[in-house]
């Protein structure tokens, strides 16, 4: 009885309207291509792909852990707080303090996984509200960022730090190795472990995975530690690509990994999501930025048209539960 309800969100994965939204993904992603193929001659340039997979990196690396986080237990708002604080740590120790830069490196990703279990501690100790906890936190975090580094914008050339951002394998640019390893990993976590099946039972039936032996506490914390590592992963990219340590960058990614993620069709409600559609979602907004930025169209309309991405896929949501 238990084990039925624990596959129920599972088996809705396989179902027709699943089918009918990963369809939908690839329509939405051709007709964006056809569309900047023909308005640009510079969007079919081959360096232009790598520009757009390496442009989405960090929200891609981003939005696989908030896939998960999404399908067990709610979003996780501190991400880019998190981003920011892997670069002002590792500004504050190496920069300013001259400590070596594996320490700078090693502490800023022991922040992410600090903050990711305090999230997840907090929220299933309480049984609080994912959204209310992370979104005070990522409060409490960004305002550390500005304590370490005074405010200040801190420029980052050490060879170790950037190597993620900076540095290519056969041509490839590490991020994008990294982007498409996080989404591989995650999609196999999900797909093919015990894990990724507590997974979705948590989010789709809390009450029956209780009975049926699954600890969902343990399993509500390790996601926001997942997120927080996964976060800090991030920051280290963005240092290397932008060369700067910034109190104030990443705001944005909470709600673009978001988008990323509710565009490939995992549901708000929790136990019902996937991995390898978010990186669809991704893919269309790095390729709608990328569009945009090649025809000019000035940077307040690329943030509308975010803003209508993630209108579009949270009633979309909607319509989805309804039925």
């Not at 900047?36 to 929200?59: D, E, G, K, M, Q």
């Not at 400590?99 to 490196?105: A, H, N, Q, S, V």
């Not at 999609?187 to 049926?212: D, M, P």
Request: aromatic share 10%.
């Amino acid at each position: 009885m238990f084990q039925s309800k624990l596959l129920e969100t599972k088996d809705r994965i396989k179902n027709p309207r699943s089918l009918i939204s990963s369809s939908g993904l690839f329509v939405i992603l051709i007709s964006m291509f056809i569309y900047f193929s023909i308005a640009s001659p510079h969007f079919l340039n081959p360096r232009n792909f790598t520009n757009v997979l390496t442009s989405v990196s960090v929200i891609g690396i981003i939005a696989t852990a908030m896939t998960l986080a999404l399908i067990g237990r709610g979003p996780d708002l501190t991400v880019g707080a998190i981003v920011a604080m892997t670069g002002s740590i590792q500004a504050n120790l190496v920069v300013i303090n001259g400590y070596p830069w594996y320490i700078g490196m090693l502490a800023g990703i022991a922040i992410g996984v600090g903050v990711g279990f305090l999230n997840g501690l907090i929220i299933v100790k309480f049984n609080l509200s994912p959204f209310i906890v992370t979104l005070g936190m990522m409060n409490v975090v960004r305002g550390l960022c500005f304590v370490l580094t005074d405010g200040l914008a801190y420029f980052i050339d050490v060879p170790g730090l950037v190597y993620l951002g900076r540095a290519s394998w056969v041509g490839i640019p590490v991020s994008i190795i990294v982007l498409i390893a996080s989404f591989v990993v995650f999609e196999f976590i999900s797909q093919k472990t015990v894990f990724g099946r507590h997974i979705y039972a948590s989010g789709g039936n809390r009450a029956a995975a209780r009975l049926a032996g699954i600890n969902i506490n343990k399993v509500g914390i390790a996601l926001f530690v997942i997120s927080g590592f996964m976060a800090s992963i991030a920051g280290i990219i963005v240092i290397g690509i932008g060369g700067a340590a910034l109190p104030n960058i990443g705001e944005s990614y909470p709600m673009d990994a978001i988008t990323a993620v509710l565009l490939g069709g995992t549901s708000l409600a929790g136990g019902f999501g996937s991995v390898r559609k978010t990186f669809l979602g991704v893919l269309i907004i790095g390729i709608m930025n990328n569009g945009m930025a090649l025809l000019n169209v000035q940077s307040f309309w690329q943030i509308a048209a975010k803003g209508a991405l993630l209108l579009a896929a949270v009633m979309i949501d909607g319509l989805r539960n309804k039925n």
